[in-house]
């Protein structure tokens, strides 16, 4: 009977210790995938969330970031093992959060594609600087 009420007791505690979610890290829309897989291979993310790492490959007017673009398409890039460049065009939904960036600073793109290619349809759903 007392090692019945001492298993509850650990039970009960250690329900207790899980660690809340941190409020200040991005939300996860859906896996890291390579920019080059996703390049050679668009057609199969149509449909999926996917979280990329890129630079943005916009020229801006002197003064002008990446807030300036919300609501408007924007051509980000990579760079390929073998030094090929990759590129393709995303599109920031009006009222997305953006962080303070410019033409060739990196970022971590959260976005769903949703036609498949690589000129249009890959909505971003978070975007941080890395």
Same mark, same amino acid.
Not at 31 to 59: C, H
């Given at each position: ?13 250690? =329900? ?6 941190? %409020? ?30 890129? &630079?943005?490959? +916009?020229?801006? %007017? ?5 807030? *300036?673009?919300?609501?408007?398409? @924007? ?7 073998? =030094? *090929? ?10 009222? !997305? ?10 970022? &971590? ?5 949703? &036609? =498949?290619? !690589?000129? *249009?349809?890959? +909505?971003?759903?978070? @975007? +941080?600087?890395?």
């Amino acid at each position: 009977m007392r090692s019945r009420r001492l298993a509850l007791v650990f039970v009960v505690l250690g =329900g207790g210790c899980a660690s809340a979610p941190n %409020p200040d890290a991005p939300r996860h829309y859906g896996p890291r995938v390579s920019v080059s897989d996703f390049v050679k291979n668009t057609a199969r993310y149509r449909g999926k969330a996917i979280t990329l790492d890129v &630079r943005i490959d +916009e020229r801006m %007017p002197t003064g002008q970031t990446l807030r *300036e673009y919300v609501g408007r398409d @924007i051509r980000v890039a990579a760079t390929a093992p073998k =030094g *090929e460049r990759l590129s393709f065009v995303i599109t920031i939904p009006p009222g !997305l959060p953006v962080p303070d960036a410019g033409y060739s600073d990196d970022v &971590r793109i959260a976005l769903i594609c949703t &036609r =498949g290619s !690589l000129r *249009e349809g890959n +909505e971003a759903k978070a @975007i +941080e600087r890395r």
